[in-house]
């Protein structure tokens, strides 16, 4: 079963993340505090600790899943791959609007990290919530298609 590992947020866009025992998410503004959730497509951003843990395996030591800048870690499961599914995590529903492409900053944090992100969708997805609620680790996350 696939389960909510981590929760994070930045308020203000580039500052650093700040992790949350449990959000609160609606379909205008994204999780409550973070400073991207008003961007449709790209309101709440979920990593999977799988992919995160093998694209930094191929560079080096670990790093922490925060640096990655996402919204939520599931462990348990791995990316999708596909635009259009649904993730339901409480009563919450987020729908896949892209993958999360690896940026500038992953690159930053260790050489060749960027490029390790890139297959398999590693970098994670960027979501629409289509019905908000509240999300807490240790929740049970579904993926339908």
């Given amino acids: 079963m696939a389960t909510v590992k981590g929760l994070a947020i930045t308020p203000k866009i580039m500052a650093p993340m700040e992790t949350r025992a449990a959000v609160s998410v609606s379909v205008d503004a994204g999780i409550d505090g973070d400073a991207r959730g008003k961007k449709?497509?790209?309101?709440?951003?979920?990593?999977?600790?799988?992919?995160w843990t093998d694209a930094v395996a191929e560079t080096g030591d670990a790093i922490d899943w925060t640096e990655r800048r996402a919204n939520i870690l599931v462990t348990g499961m791995r990316s999708?791959?596909?635009?259009?599914?649904?993730?339901?995590?409480?009563?919450?529903?987020?729908e896949v609007a892209m993958e999360t492409d690896p940026c500038e900053i992953m690159e930053g944090l260790r050489p060749g990290l960027r490029k390790a992100?890139?297959?398999g969708w590693r970098g994670?997805?960027?979501?629409?919530?289509?019905e908000g609620g509240d999300i807490s680790i240790g929740d049970d996350v579904s993926y339908t298609d």
């Fill in 40 to 51: 449709r497509g790209r309101q709440i951003s979920i990593l999977f600790e799988d992919d």
């Fill in 80 to 94: 999708p791959q596909a635009e259009g599914g649904v993730f339901s995590i409480g009563g919450v529903k987020l």
């Fill in 124 to 130: 994670g997805v960027c979501c629409t919530v289509l």
């Fill in 117 to 119: 992100m890139t297959p």
